[in-house]
DNA sequence: ACCCGATCCTAGCACCGCTAGACAACGGAG
DNA sequence: CTCCGTTGTCTAGCGGTGCTAGGATCGGGT
């Protein structure tokens, strides 16, 4: 059965391959571009491929989120973990959380802004989504204060880290100002 | 001249026609609905029609999220003016902005999700969206506390309605805690 | 009454996501 | 070694999109 292992190994590669193309290219000219002949002849195979992979285009937008929320989950572990105390932690899984949507816009859009079918807050919700809230939560629940639901300070901070995340990258707020944002958002939401 | 006036009053009409039968055609199928050849038939005209009055389908979106804006703003001081004390206002604007965000999911992502082609934070920003933030900021600049920029807090504040309003709709944060969210945003951001 | 400009529509372009059906390549059976 | 059947891939095309060129038609000014 060396044959079909092959096979499958090839065809594993194949979707890595175009995962990985489709996230370069949005990277570098937006989701706009991503059209499904543009992916193709980029993998140097044609259209119908894609769809003996994946269901649709949003299927594979699907996979560069969940990619995407994987690697962020891990940046906001590396992040707090190289810093020492409450409010250091919290401070650095705020960078880490907007430089990465600064680094990968096509990627962040991917997970949070486009509509790539996936379930969120529900328990069918992918492993690498659940991951990425855990991820917040390990840091943020340790700062939530008496009386305050952990999960509950984590979707808030969340929300304003997504906000300020979103309305920086649209140009709907000065970009100057960004540090004291961090800090503000720091000193009020986390009880530190 | 009467003649060119009735013709230029009609076109303003059929105009006013366009941007209202393009936001009530979204609400109630979604933007994705809104092809420029079913906003022609619904308005019983030809394509070409849409655009001499519009520069393409993203122009058609601006204007929506214009219109948008200016009742954003008017509801959010009609909340906050009804309120007494300033927790409580501060409490009314958050729940005036969510409301508007619940109630108007469409027009809510043509001024803030899609790319309408808008400019926010320079000076060339269109005056309804001036407005809507200076609508927050008058609210909001009064409970910003010591040493902190009232434009600042308000960034910030905006920027967390904005993802709560947004991580919700998505369903990517359960609905049951709305309330909650809202106390503890209130409570920590604003210094009342 | 005629002309001429404004106004509107028909038809079409290039592109999109997606799929049916033809075709080739290749492992396994006789 | 040959033939068959499966598996995989491609070409071609469908119905849709935003947008536009060019012709017809209508109506006010002379």
Redesign the interface.
Known sequence: MSVQERKERERAERERLIVATARELAEQQGWDAVTTRQLAQRIEYSQPVLYSHFRGKREIIGAVALEGAAELAVAVRAATAAASGPRAKVTALAHAYLDFAKDNPAVYDAI??L?AGL???HEDTPEPLKDAFAALLECLGQVAGDG??PG??T??F???????A??SR?????PE?AE??VE??VD??AMV
Chains 1, 2 share one sequence.
């Open positions: 949070f802004q509509d379930a969120f807050a305050v639901h509950l300070l979707e808030v969340w929300a304003a880290l997504h906000g300020v979103t309305l649209a140009g709907r707020v000065p100002f004291q944002r503000l958002l009020r939401l």
